[in-house]
């Protein structure tokens, strides 16, 4: 059984003529006369008595409204998908770890709603494990995370490189590290930190770094939000490790202070301690022309809006 059977047999149906239907149809009499006895054949009962006008049996009457749910589905789902191809996609949701979302993307977001008013922009802060596992359950469209190769596989998956930051140190104003124009990791790891909670793309960046230089993350407590992060190194005792664009406002605070690592030649491992930002969708959803669009304005707005400290 085959559509283009369902649909001679309702436009027969709705015309009362083989003529008639194949007309609507766009195709010869003939064509719709095969279509509608492969349909028969298939049903093992007839539609239609053949006589003056086509009209339908006690069969054809059964399956009659059946067959317009169908086509009526039918017509639904191909406009569905005309409409999604042509722009008119009723939502974009978008999962952006935090740091992101609150410094470079509000401009990016604000054009997008410019340029498509009809698309109801929809935005999660999310870590960056937590981003992609939702993106490759189909609930967001795309994501801007910490790069992980681990996680960002699969051949149906388009990664774009935003940029690379350094990792720096968040401090109170009056805490002792705040006398170092750059911190030494060795004064670093006397102190306790607040790190992000497991399952974070920088917890585990920061852990592998402690490692890597045979050293124990000293972690006292794990928060999830820029804001708990300076709520609890303001106090003075605890301090931070955070990316760069995560410090924006800490920078502009009078009882925090950010302070770069220093570099240490003495260290075995002295590759420095930065993060890579990506976004990530898929290739079909990269054909939408909305998802299109918000991937060039972060391709053509985060990296310009940059700004070294």
């Not at 401090?171 to 497991?198: C, D, G, M, T």
Request: aromatic share 6%; with cysteine.
């Amino acid at each position: 059984m085959r559509l283009e059977q369902l649909q001679a047999f309702l436009a027969i149906a709705q015309t009362g003529s083989f003529q008639q239907a194949a007309k609507q149809c766009g195709v010869t009499q003939s064509t719709i006369s095969r279509q509608i006895q492969g349909l028969e054949a298939n049903l093992g009962v007839e539609l239609f008595h053949r006589s003056t006008h086509a009209k339908l049996t006690l069969s054809g009457e059964r399956l009659l409204p059946r067959v317009q749910k169908i086509c009526q589905e039918w017509e639904s789902a191909t406009q569905e998908l005309t409409d999604l191809m042509g722009g008119k996609q009723p939502e974009l949701c978008i999962a952006v770890i935090h740091s992101v979302c609150a410094s470079y993307l509000p401009p990016v977001l604000q054009k997008f709603c410019h340029d498509y008013p009809e698309v109801q922009l929809r935005v999660t802060s999310l870590g960056s494990d937590r981003s992609l596992k939702v993106l490759k359950d189909g609930l967001v469209d795309l994501a801007i995370v910490m790069h992980n190769r681990f996680l960002i596989t699969g051949k149906e998956m388009v990664v774009e490189v935003l940029y690379d930051e350094p990792i720096e140190v968040l401090v109170a104003a009056n805490h002792p590290l705040s006398e170092y124009k750059s911190i030494p990791w060795l004064e670093l790891i006397r102190y306790r930190q607040v790190v992000f909670k497991e399952g974070y793309g920088m917890q585990r960046l920061i852990q592998d770094k402690f490692e890597s230089r045979s050293t124990k993350l000293s972690a006292a407590l794990e928060v999830n939000t820029l804001e708990a992060f300076r709520g609890v190194v303001r106090q003075g005792e605890l301090i931070a490790l955070l990316p760069q664009s995560a410090l924006i406002e800490s920078r502009n605070d009078p009882t925090l202070a950010v302070r770069p690592l220093a570099e240490n030649n003495n260290l075995a491992d002295n590759s420095g301690l930065t993060r890579r930002v990506v976004m990530v969708t898929t290739h079909d959803r990269l054909q939408i022309p909305p998802i299109q669009h918000f991937w060039q304005l972060v391709k053509n707005n985060i990296p310009a809006m940059r700004t070294d400290h």
